[in-house]
């Protein structure tokens, strides 16, 4: 019976929550903890009770990437944000999209945006990052969404 449950674990692909959208188990499931990063964020638990994740959005950035853990521009395949409850989650997208390494995490309060182009916006949570969406409905509607703190609950 161990032996089941120990190659149920290892091989079988993790199952998302029932509750949880499709996008934010995807991001969840991708998301990680760079190697020199760890130290900066060890007591980050993207499951912490009373913690949702409200929108998941992935934007091209201008210059975010990492290359033997070092942030470069030649790796990158984008930023992820992840909207939720009581923090907004950066995360850098590695060229082929199939893993997010956590690069800030900020508490929605003390985050801020500004419009910057006809389709983008600066976010500043920690860092500030430089992100362009594909139109300004979309743009417009993550700007209002992380203004909006009628939803912020800290946790």
């Known amino acids: 019976l161990h032996k089941i449950v120990v190659d149920a ?10 509750r949880m959208q499709p996008d934010a188990a995807v991001f969840v499931a991708e998301l990680y903890i760079p190697q020199e990063s ?8 993207i499951g ?14 201008a210059k975010h990437g990492t290359r033997k853990g070092k942030v470069v521009a030649s790796d990158r395949s984008g930023l992820c944000i992840a909207l939720c409850n009581d923090v ?15 690069d800030s995490v900020a508490l929605r309060s003390d985050v801020a945006v500004q419009p910057a182009g006809a389709l983008g916006f600066k976010i500043k949570a ?7 969406c594909r139109s300004t409905q979309e743009r417009d509607l993550w700007l209002r969404e992380i203004y909006d703190l009628q939803s912020f609950i800290t946790t």
Do not use: M, W
């Open 38 to 45: 760890q130290a900066n964020f060890h007591d980050f638990d």
């Open 88 to 102: 907004v989650i950066i995360a850098i997208v590695q060229r082929g999209g199939s893993a997010c390494a956590l």
């Open 126 to 132: 920690g860092k500030q990052y430089p992100v362009t």
């Open 48 to 61: 912490r009770p009373g913690r949702k994740v409200l929108r998941v959005g992935t934007f091209s950035s």
């Open 9 to 18: 674990i290892v091989n079988e692909p993790p199952t998302p929550i029932a």
